[in-house]
């Protein structure tokens, strides 16, 4: 049972674009939902989080939407730059764990 | 000051064999969790300590995996008769308060592979 699902396993996009990331989940009782980053050969680290009772948060660069009907949270990140080329993972908290998607790997090209 | 650090990076051992995971979580956290990555999937939620009591195992996959945290600061994770499935990147995090809304910080992982 997947609750957590990033259904693209890769997104390529553009030096000075936006960045757009999708996650899908099935369980409602998350109350809060989070983005890590992961560059290869280090472990994931935090970048953004959105609590079930909000619809969006923003921080710098990156924006994180949430659409509880849907059951689907976004991250935006604008402009893209080379340094944001790493796995994106989203997380749903719930019950005391944390439930991970697959991870989006994102390629920003030149 | 440092973060969370997993030692060794790499292992590799035979079918069969008992392996021991290291875990030094950062200076002062309270809290500890043990994840398993599996290649190109996401982390999965293994155990959880709050100082050296172990709150939630509910996610070790069999009675091979066991993780201890005897003095509330390094934690082990040991898994005995490896299989090949067993095979992953096992991840360790710490977060500062016993909260699971706390921030959770994550080691570079120890990449396990069973032959």
């Known amino acids: 049972d997947q609750q957590v699902k990033q259904n693209s396993p890769s997104l390529s996009v553009q030096e000075g674009r936006i960045s757009i990331l999708n996650c899908d989940y099935t369980?409602?009782?998350?109350?809060?939902f989070l983005w890590y980053k992961k560059y290869p050969a280090e472990g994931p680290t935090f970048l953004i989080s959105?609590?079930?009772?909000?619809d969006k948060n923003e921080d710098g660069r990156f924006t994180v939407f949430l659409n509880k009907s849907a059951k689907h949270l976004s991250l935006h990140i604008v402009p893209s730059q080379p340094g944001d080329s790493a796995v994106y993972f989203c997380a749903g908290r719930g019950a005391q764990k944390l439930v991970f998607g697959q991870g989006t790997r994102l390629t920003i090209n030149p | 000051g440092a973060g969370v650090s997993q030692s060794p990076r790499y292992k590799v051992a035979k079918r069969g064999q008992d392996v021991a995971l290291r875990c030094d979580p950062i200076?002062?956290?309270?809290?500890l969790f043990w994840y398993q990555q599996a290649l190109g999937q996401g982390p999965e939620f293994l155990t959880y300590f709050q100082n050296e009591a172990q709150l939630d195992k509910s996610g070790l996959p069999s009675d091979r995996f066991f993780a201890e945290r005897p003095e509330g600061s390094v934690s082990t994770l040991k898994i005995q008769r490896t299989q090949q499935e067993d095979s992953a990147v096992y991840l360790c995090?710490?977060?500062?308060?016993?909260?699971?809304?706390?921030?959770?910080?994550f080691g570079p992982g120890t990449r396990l592979t069973v032959l």
């Open positions: 369980n409602s009782m998350f109350d809060y």
């Open positions: 995090a710490s977060s500062l308060m016993g909260q699971w809304r706390d921030t959770q910080y």
């Open positions: 200076s002062g956290h309270v809290s």
């Open positions: 959105i609590s079930s009772i909000k």
